[in-house]
């Protein structure tokens, strides 16, 4: 898993809002695999990566949210001390700026799935797929 979709989704900053965001997802069986959210004037943003962008995208549009896909590079890695800084120095090694991460747990593997926002989403998820290799 190289490279994922993530969604960015405008939500209101009100109780119960992105539950009910969540909770429409998993109505149509998307599970979220890695996510972040926070709080940015009166709205909230949340970044999430799940199972199937095609049926989130289809949820998100009939609840008339605001959101946008993007493509982000997407490693799997033991979840370990050190892991997160190996591969965001590594990143650095290969001249990757790094705009954001997050991190989650890949389907159905003990790994932990690190989510990177990154200006170089190809050369990035190259790096990480073989730092991954490396750990196996």
Known sequence: MAKGKEFTV???DKPGALGKCFNALAERGVNILAFQSYVEGPESLVRF???DPAAAKSVLGGL??????TEVAVGQMPNRAGSLGQAAARLGEGGINIDYSYC???????LGMLVFGVDAVSKASTVLDELAAKEA
């Open 104 to 110: 989650g747990f890949a389907p159905g593997s003990p």
């Open 64 to 69: 008339r949210m605001i959101f946008e896909e």
């Open 49 to 51: 990566v799940c199972n």
């Open 10 to 12: 405008t939500i209101p």
